[in-house]
């Protein structure tokens, strides 16, 4: 293990949110070093400075009094991919309730349409541009 592989280990513990466990840890770790190895909970508790750091983040986070509901992502990359994946999610929930509004909306107009017995061929009439010419004139 490299002294920029304990730094990177140490920076990712201090920024650390939500649950703290040796599994998610490593994969998310793994997933930050260039190389992309995945040590084990064993050789991170073999360089003291890591056990530190550890200890320190669990502590921290068992005694963390934010409030439930807000949500914290850290300085790491992974903390950018989160915010992300969030920000994604509720623009997919938008466009979900948006999808479900305009499906209500058609089912309405087709309901009308049949109830005043409009034809398809009158619905899926071309619409008609007021600014062009018009392609008969009116006799005077």
Same mark, same amino acid.
Do not use: C
């Given at each position: @293990? =490299? ?7 140490? /920076?990712? *513990?201090?920024?650390? =949110? %939500?649950? #703290? =466990?040796?599994?998610? +840890?490593?994969?998310?770790?793994? @997933? ?6 995945? +040590? !084990?909970?064993?050789? @991170? #508790? ?18 963390? =009094?934010?409030?439930? %509901?807000?949500?914290?992502?850290? !300085? !790491?990359?992974? %903390?950018? #991919?989160?915010?992300? *994946? ?15 509004? #305009?499906? /209500?909306? $058609?089912?309405?107009?087709? $309901? ?8 398809? !061929? ?17 006799? +005077?």
């Amino acid at each position: @293990m =490299t002294d920029s592989d304990i730094d990177k280990a140490i /920076e990712l *513990l201090s920024g650390w =949110t %939500g649950k #703290l =466990t040796w599994r998610a +840890y490593l994969v998310i770790l793994a @997933m930050e070093l260039p190389h992309g190895h995945v +040590y !084990s909970k064993v050789a @991170m #508790l073999k360089q003291p400075r890591i056990k530190d750091a550890w200890n320190i983040a669990r502590a921290r986070l068992a005694d963390d =009094t934010k409030d439930a %509901g807000e949500k914290r992502y850290g !300085s !790491s990359a992974v %903390g950018a #991919l989160r915010r992300k *994946l969030d920000e994604t999610r509720e623009e997919l929930r938008a466009s979900k309730a948006l999808n479900n509004e #305009l499906l /209500e909306q $058609f089912q309405r107009w087709q $309901f009308n349409a049949e109830r005043h017995r409009l034809k398809l !061929s009158q619905l899926d009439a071309p619409l008609v541009d007021p600014r062009a010419p018009a392609e008969k004139k009116i006799p +005077y």
